[in-house]
């Protein structure tokens, strides 16, 4: 009876305690930080002789620190060690696929991380010359963020020349080239990655700009709708609703407005990447404090 | 021929010893946990979870035979030695060289039964993982037994190197920290070598650490040299010249650490 | 006649410390011990005895001179085919059972296998370990590994048992036990050698001894001849008539040692026994008891320590007032 009862009430205040705080602990979130690595030589000697493990260790840690801060905390990643990090993992394993995959997955909507994000997907070609997906990512981001098809056709030949899968790029390339369709190619590209991830925060945020352009491509589809009856560019997109051609102007899912430009094409004034309301202020908070 | 039946019947003793130790058979144990694992920590990959399963499995078990071989070396050599337990068997009518050989091989009969124990618990993993993969790539076997190999290659040279520290050591936990240097060494010696070699350091080395650095690169084993994991990892072709050398390396450092084990055992004063 | 143990001018000395201090254990030590004897090897702590042992089972090597088994140098390990040896504090694999640990120091001794389990078996039984056979050494408490050290010791039916202080670890039974195994083997001609400070074995097992002081050796030679020297002086008691008076009687001028109602003890020498005995009983007494003067082993080992020893000066730490 008196063993019972030394069991019984310490597990009861146990059992308390955990109702009680863990909501409260919930609610005040340390800030989630990404780790700065040591230099790589260091981590290929700690590893000992475990190279590949400590790459994908390094690989996970990104990955459900990616997850915890953008789809469950809503709080703007910290791009730039992330990078750091996927490059110090693919340093210690150059055959990381998953690195590589993350590393398009995070950067490749970042205009200004594309050379350097390129450069990272160059040192997995090296390393998985018989794997299409890097050219492809690599063409893929010369086209869509640096705008430079030449380069982005010599890539897209190189994936194509080693995928099995000839449809897919003959479909793509035929859009890229021929339609000079950028939203329509954008869109085959982003289902096709999508397709190939089971990542729920890359994921999302991938599905987001799939969204975003699937909304571009619908409104400039019924641009060319009105130029065919009207024979005229409407003056901006409400004209086209007033006509009748659509119901409404669809909402930006990354919360911008869109807008029609001159040459016909459909653009957002959220310029496509993600705002973070609070973040910034709650993170200044964080550091006054 | 008695020499041959004495270091067989010290080895099967060492063995009893190595198999009855509850810190081995715990660390087995959580080698069998820690690989039937594997399912859980490849579902994590996004795009290569066989690759991952069977980066986990074998690193695992190298990580375990070392750690079991660095602890038979402390509690079946350096401990004996010690606790005067090997007294018995040092009074009988054998050479010291038998004991030595003997002890030697117990701890590679060890080392093959805890090879073969996590091998056949990481093939499973590695099966029960590829079952649950669709379009799973083919997995080289041969390269994953040659991953083993050297596994258990570099167990045995890290055996013989914990003998040799306890032939002068006179005290169990210096043979343990000693050879647990090895092993840290031995892993980094190509990484810094291959560091000198790309000339990134030039300007921070003096000529004497870089003298320093190569001389240590070629006296401390390259333990490198036996990782095959990547081969099995990727599924990379392995040439057989250079497989023939690797084993026949870590054969040869494992053979010259016995031999001085030997020598140095001979004029050795027991505690 | 071949010795069981002979050591020619053995030395062991040790450099200690970070100058090499050179500490020495043993010092040109010169031993002979005969077949079929039981010899005691005597000396306080850190005497030698130990060292000289294992220099002996070759566990340490000597810095000097050589030591031969039944004329087997000691650096071959066949020295040690003809002999059983006990340590101080015996140690086995302790993950062994004691079965397993006979099978195996049975095969180091090139024994069959049907000889070693009928050994085994015997030996158990005669250090009442029979049931704890297949029991892993482990769970033994200390006496049952010293019991079970002898069963090791005497497993090859050695002709040679090397035995270092077997007697300090035991209980009063396990003494006995000792004892009279001893006594057993010395009856089947089997040499003894044993390294001890426990004084009464030493007077009823040893027929020689030989007398360590720091690393010297002070004397070898007969127990009797150490206890009790040549023209030594006897202890006579002797009962007188209640009347008598010592200082009336013939025996006043020897040296009395004391008395005790009508028992007075004197000491006299060995040539005056026949005529005291004589002239005890012409004044009515009788003999009590008649028993050579003993030397205390204590008394021996005092007086050889307070020798000359040319280099103990370095040892003896100097008080300064």
Known sequence: MKQLACLAIPIGLLVWLLVTFSPLYKNTLEPLRFPTYPPTIALEIMSLGNRELVSTFIFYNAQFYFGEKYAWRQEAPEYQRLFVALDKATDLDPRNMDCYYLAQGLFSDITPAIPVLNRLLEKGMRARPTDWYLPFFIGANYYFQLKDPVNAAEYMQKAAEISPDKDFFASLSARMLYQGNQTEAAIAYLKAFIKQTNNPAIRAKLTLRLHSLQAIAFLEHSVADFIKAKGRLPHNLEEVVHAGLIDAIPADPYGGTFYLENSGRVYTTSKLTETWKDHDKRHQDQQSR | MHAFAAIWAIGIATMKGGLRDRLIQSLLLAGFFFLFSTMVFSSFSMRQPMEVAINYSLATVQILAVLITLFLGLNLLSREIESRAGHGVLTQPLSRSAYVLGKFFGLMLLCCIVVAFLALCAVIGVLLVRAGTPNAPLILWENFGLSLMGILLISLLLGAASLLFCAVATSAILPFLATIAIWVIGNSTQTVKNYLDANIADQAMTPQLKAIITGAYYVFPNLSLLDFKVYAIYGLPLAAAQVGFALTYGLAYTIVLLTLATRLFQTRDML | ?321
Request: overall charge neutral; some cysteine; aromatic content about 8%.
């Open chain 3, 1 to 321: 006649m071949t010795s069981a143990i002979k050591t020619s001018n053995l030395g062991k000395w040790y450099k200690k410390g970070v100058r090499g201090q050179k500490i020495e254990a043993l010092v040109d030590l010169n031993l002979e011990v005969r077949e079929g004897e039981v010899f005691g090897f005597i000396g306080g702590n850190g005497a030698g005895k130990s060292t000289t042992i294992k220099i002996l089972m070759g566990l340490n090597r000597p810095t000097a001179g050589q030591a031969f088994i039944f004329d087997t140098r000691i650096d071959d390990p066949a020295a040690r085919d003809r002999v059983g040896y006990l340590s101080e504090h015996p140690q086995f694999y302790d993950f062994l059972t004691p079965l397993e640990l006979f099978r195996l120091m049975g095969t180091l001794r090139r024994m069959e296998g049907k000889r070693i389990h009928q050994r085994a078996d015997e030996l158990l039984h005669l250090v009442a370990l029979a049931d704890a056979s297949n029991r892993r050494i482990k769970g033994f408490s200390k006496g049952m590994v010293q019991r079970l050290g002898i069963a090791v010791a005497l497993l090859g039916d050695p002709e040679l048992l090397i035995l270092d202080e077997p007697m300090s670890g035991l209980d009063p039974l396990g003494r006995h036990l000792v004892a009279n195994i001893i006594r057993e083997l010395q009856q089947q001609g089997k040499t003894i050698f044993f390294s001890t400070h426990i004084i009464p074995d030493i007077e009823t097992l040893c027929d020689r001894v030989g007398i360590l002081v720091r690393g010297h050796q002070k004397y070898a030679g007969s127990i009797h001849e150490a206890l009790y020297p040549q023209g030594s002086r006897f202890e006579i008691t002797v009962r007188m008539p209640e009347q008598w008076k010592v200082e009336q009687s013939s025996f006043a001028r020897k040296p009395l040692l004391w008395q005790k109602n009508v028992l007075y003890r004197f000491e006299i020498e060995e040539t005056e026994i026949a005529a005291t005995v004589q002239a005890v009983m012409d004044q009515g007494g009788s003999v009590a008891t008649l028993e050579p003067k003993r030397r205390s082993l204590e008394e021996l080992f005092l007086q050889l320590s307070e020798d000359s020893v040319p280099n103990l000066g370095d040892a003896v730490p100097t008080t300064v007032s």
